[in-house]
């Protein structure tokens, strides 16, 4: 299929469909959301909400500004006729001394205060009051119907489409003229000798399919320039026809598939193939490779050259790289296939699955391999998702192999470097392309 052809696995409902990420990769975080709010009250804003004013001024009228806005003024002020002690036991009537009106006027100051932030908080709950007086659509309206959930995957039903053709090759399908009983089918048609497909496993298929509710064609592998699709099973990557069919089945086998919506487009259908919401589909399905997250290639290594790092393998453990002694930074890519695959050539725009190892080529320090996460790393070829040396190296390579690429620093991180690559730093790597296929 090219890339302009829509794909019947469609997009699955998962978030993260469990490949490895670059390792080169940002995580940006988001912002964390805040469900409280604070306000906070300038004194001058109380002052002119209260009115207060210093002793012998007049109190202040709303959007005045005094020389300093932020001090606290005082409300009211006894002034003393005449002073003859702090407690003013001689006033008449006798009056409260010095402390007595720095006493009054904190109590005066916090009334003023209490009566203010009362208003405020009345006034304040008195909307909350008529807020909650009114009923939240929010919560009060019915949940939103969730997807019909994919039914239980049988072997057989009353009436089966037919299928004629081999393993490989387009199928070609019989659609009956009774109307599919809704159930979910998975027939195995001729069983293969590989591998079994386990959760997680990066599977790759062909296809041929038809809508069962009107007999027409939808788009298949086989068709011009079309591609496997590749995806790691059980993930909900793609629909469930694909997606729970493959599981528990091995390389190499043919399977028949009828998926009613639930297992296939869902109650909305996919229109842009003219598949209706309620069609049921049919699928033949021809499982070629099956691969674990930590699977690795094998086959007779061809050693490099002399003028190359050389190459232990260590299995599924990253390789360990021994630098030329004295090698000067190569100017231009430079490539060896330690093993030759058997696979189809990789061309650009694939989705390729590898494991990998890098490490620097001054010292043979290892700076990543994805052997060391437990999981293939999964990228388009040639479409500038990594570095140049891996689109340029691996392009055109076949899928089987094991290839060591020795990368300049201008195709590779330049002069910046990345973590822990210095700058200018000529990379080595070790590649094992499991598969690839329209991803």
Known sequence: MTEKTPSPGGAGTAANDGSAGDPTASRPGGQIAADRESIVVPPAILAQQAGWAQPGEKPRVTGTKSEDEDAPQIFASNVRKADSSEAGYDENPPGVGKLGVILGTVLAVLLVGSGITL???????????????????????????????????????????????????KADIQVPGEASDGSFVVKVLSEGSGPKVDKNNWTSVDYTAKDWNTGKDIPSSYDDKGKPQIFQAGTDALIPALDQAVIGKKAGSRLLVVAPPAAGFGDQGKPD????????????????????????????????????????????????????????????????????????????????????????????????????????????????????????????????????LVIPASLGYGDKGQGDIPPGSTLVFVVDILDAGQG
């Open 119 to 169: 208003y405020l908080v009345n006034k304040d709950s008195s909307k909350d009051t008529a807020a909650a007086a009114q009923p939240d659509t929010t919560k009060s309206a019915p949940p939103t119907p969730t997807a019909a959930p994919v039914p239980p995957i049988k072997d057989s039903a009353k009436v089966l489409p037919t299928v004629t053709g081999d393993f490989g090759k």
């Open 273 to 404: 193939m003219s598949i209706g919401a309620k069609d049921n589909l049919i699928f033949v399905i021809d499982i070629r490779n099956t691969n674990a997250p930590d699977a690795v290639v094998s086959g007779t290594v061809t050693p490099p050259p002399a003028d190359f790092p050389q190459v232990k393998d260590n299995g599924k453990k990253p390789a360990d790289i021994t630098p030329v002694a004295g090698a000067k930074d190569p100017t231009e890519l430079k490539t060896h296939v330690l093993i030759k695959g058997t696979g189809p050539v990789v061309e650009k725009g694939e989705k390729v699955v590898v494991q990998y190892t890098g490490a620097l080529a001054k010292d043979g320090k290892i700076f990543d391999s994805s052997l060391s996460k437990g999981q293939a790393f999964s990228f388009p070829v040639g479409g500038g998702q990594v570095i140049q040396g891996w689109d340029q190296g691996l392009t055109g390579q076949t899928v089987g192999s094991r290839v060591e």
